[in-house]
């Protein structure tokens, strides 16, 4: 028996957005979800004044009204926002997409990301090149430092139970202090706060203490990657000010209206989301496969919430890859993915944009 899966569990009690009605998106590769006539919550930023590392982070509500972090209108053409969903090893889709985007030069103009979106937006909006995003050995890192082996959970289970009474910080089997040392170490000099990134960046995060979702928009590039993707409990949830922050998943694992908020003309929504669809009882009688349906079930509903945001909605072919897997072959599969379901989605983009049928800029986004 898989013990960190069953304390993922957790994890899947999850509560849908209330978003406001917009026009339905337009989809690319995947199935027409039903529409969820809902209405926004909105959220009153806290003031952080501490945290566990580093630049303390600015949390901005989903709904500001205020501008302040929007996108810079362009004349000769629409504005673009990208929002990378969250999806485990299936996240890899990602930089497939990024790669099509890059390579034909489409602009990006803002990019909010959860879990690991967050991740490969954040490092893309860094400046980190493909060949190190597209490294399985780093996926095998990533996977080493967030993940804790067999002989670390036997040992850190008991000891964080013993140890739990005299506590007066948040809880985790694992302290996530490895897994930020690896996003640090990924991150290239003088872009470590995100204010410093070449492309305006958000990570979306759930806070614990009151159970809505924030963006943070500004501070250290990998603290924020990291309280996105933290899967309590077995991660501790990252401590910033009088908010603990963990996987922004729990409420907005797709962040459309989160990219929407940015102000941007278009929203194009990464979905990578393994589609449901019925399976076989005997597929279902081990604790791994239960809990990943859950999750899958789960990730479904909330994000069913949040496709209404998006412009364009791409839905690479992600499906039989484990959110856990450890398959090098997956993680080929699911870039090629995106590769594919992107490619497939440039004329939409391109229209959508107003851009040219060959769009022929002379620089990509992030080097602008």
């Not at 009088?242 to 941007?264: E, H, I, Q």
Request: hydrophobic share 40%; glycine share 8%; aromatic share 6%.
């Amino acid at each position: 028996m898989n013990r960190h899966n069953l304390l993922i569990l957790p994890l899947l009690i999850s509560v849908g957005f209330a978003p406001p009605a917009q026009t339905a998106p337009e989809v690319i590769n995947n199935p027409s979800p039903s529409m969820v006539e809902t209405k926004a919550t909105e959220i009153k930023p806290a003031e952080p004044q501490s945290m566990e590392f580093g630049y303390v982070p600015k949390f901005v509500p989903f709904v500001t009204g205020d501008g302040k972090f929007q996108v810079k209108k362009v004349e000769q053409r629409k504005t673009m926002a990208l929002a990378l969903g969250g999806g485990g090893v299936r996240g890899a889709a990602h930089v497939g997409i990024l790669r099509v985007l890059e390579r034909e030069k489409i602009p990006i103009d803002y990019i909010v990301g959860n879990s690991m979106g967050a991740i490969v937006g954040g490092l893309y909006a860094a400046g980190v090149g493909f060949d190190e995003l597209c490294d399985e050995e780093s996926f095998k890192d990533f996977r080493k430092s967030y993940v804790p082996t067999l002989s670390a959970k036997a040992l850190r289970l008991p000891l964080s139970v013993l140890w739990s009474p005299f506590r007066t910080g948040p809880v985790g089997i694992m302290s996530g202090r490895k897994y930020q040392a690896f996003l640090e170490k990924h991150i290239p000099e003088g872009k470590e706060n995100i204010e410093n990134l070449n492309i305006p960046y958000s990570a979306v995060v759930t806070n614990l203490i009151d159970g809505q979702a924030y963006r943070i928009s500004q501070g250290d590039l990998a603290t924020a990657m990291r309280a996105s993707s933290t899967l309590a409990p077995i991660i501790r949830p990252v401590k910033i000010g009088d908010k603990l922050c963990v996987d922004g998943g729990v409420r907005a694992n797709l962040p459309a209206s989160a990219a929407r908020d940015t102000g941007a003309d278009v929203v194009v929504a990464v979905l990578v989301d393994d589609p449901l669809s019925k399976v076989k009882e005997k597929t279902l009688r081990h604790y791994r496969a239960v809990t990943e349906r859950l999750a899958d079930i789960v990730l479904a509903v909330t994000d069913e919430h949040q496709l209404q945001f998006a412009d364009i909605v791409i839905s690479p072919d992600v499906s039989g890859i484990s959110i856990f897997s450890k398959k090098s072959e997956d993680i080929s599969r699911a870039m090629r993915a995106g590769e594919i379901a992107a490619e497939k989605a440039l004329p939409l983009i391109r229209k959508k944009m107003n851009l040219p049928p060959a769009a022929k800029l002379t620089e990509s986004s992030r080097s602008q």
